[in-house]
């Protein structure tokens, strides 16, 4: 098929991309004690230098004592900041945009048994899985200074010269746990037993990211029906639990959906071919970002087992994007693997595109 849709411009807001690609974000865990280094910005400035349209970051944490799960897990403020500066300078001086990822864990603890958080871990109820209790529920205290947090780094982020923002509320980290009726049995004004009442969070971080950022720059809200904790998981089984869920986010401030599925030409619901992001396209009538398996041909989860991948048709992709199915197409694993994949893809060079391995994820290419 015609690559024509992948290459068109796209704008949002102040935001204009030269192409439909985004970079997603990707746990790289090379900055240490939280600060990311000069291999971390050429790591992104070689993406810019291949064409990507958007790098949206790894998750970068807020100033929460356990926001993170690893100790090389970047921090989205104190002496991380002059670092990300640095890496904004040398993406835009290579002609690309960049997005930082704002996250928070959660109860969602890292592979790392000799390491533990500096405080005290923050999740609705204290579940770190369905019926499973490990810590004390947030108190409003924490909930309010969690928000806040959110909002400072978002802050830092325009400060820093970033061309849009991106908040984690996907995977069954913190926001996500605070949306999924199996992590949080609240039953105070935080809980509740809809997406409505279980959004109240989400939509304050949004709005205090909204107020850190001004009018003008681009909000991008990932989210995923899917946890790690549960891959049958689902925050929303009909259109209209999806429309309780998505239009008070939109409303509080969204401008761009980032919809994530472990392979995203499945279909949402039922009776439509729709996938995640052609659903949140049609019931908030904001772009959307679709991502899950993009370029290769096994799906990404399968990598953490030791499987590779190899290059995939993008034929199905292009159709959608064709029809406006949705606006924006994230890649990872191929973008991991090979920063010039933008390029090989926009001059038809497949026989030079690389297989994907487990090997990939412990560099930094």
Known sequence: MSLDALFRPFTVKSLTLPNRIVMAPMTRSFSPNGVPTEDVAAYYRRRAEGGVGLIVTEGTVVERPA??????????????????????????????????????????????????????????????????????????????????AFGKSARAAKELGFDAVEIHGAHGYLIDQFFWNGLNGREDAWGGSTIADRNRFGVEV???????????????LRLSQWKQQDYDARIAGTPDEMAEWLNPLSEAGVDVFHCSQRR???????????????????????????????????EFLAAFAGQGSKPASLDGLLER????????????????ADPQWVEKVRDSRHDDLK???????GVLY
């Open 67 to 148: 926001a993170r799960n690893d100790v090389q897990v970047p921090f989205f403020h104190g002496a991380a900041l002059p670092e990300w500066k640095k890496v904004v300078e040398e993406v835009h001086a290579s002609g690309g945009k960049i997005a930082p990822q704002i996250w928070h864990v959660g109860s969602a603890r890292g592979q790392a048994p000799d390491w533990t958080p500096e405080g005290q871990v923050d999740s609705p109820s204290g579940m770190t899985a369905p019926g499973k209790v490990k810590y004390e529920p947030m108190t409003e205290e924490d909930i309010a200074d969690t928000i806040s």
């Open 355 to 361: 297989d994907f391995t487990r090997e990939a994820l």
């Open 321 to 336: 994007l064709e029809r406006d199915e949705f606006d924006l197409v994230a890649v990872g694993r191929a973008l991991l």
């Open 206 to 220: 949004v709005k205090a990211v909204r107020e850190g950022v001004g009018e003008d720059m681009a909000l991008i």
């Open 264 to 298: 995203f030409w499945e279909p949402e619901f039922e009776g439509s071919d729709l996938n995640f992001a052609g659903w949140a396209k049609t019931i908030t009538g904001k772009p959307t970002i679709t991502v899950g398996s993009v370029g290769l041909d096994g």
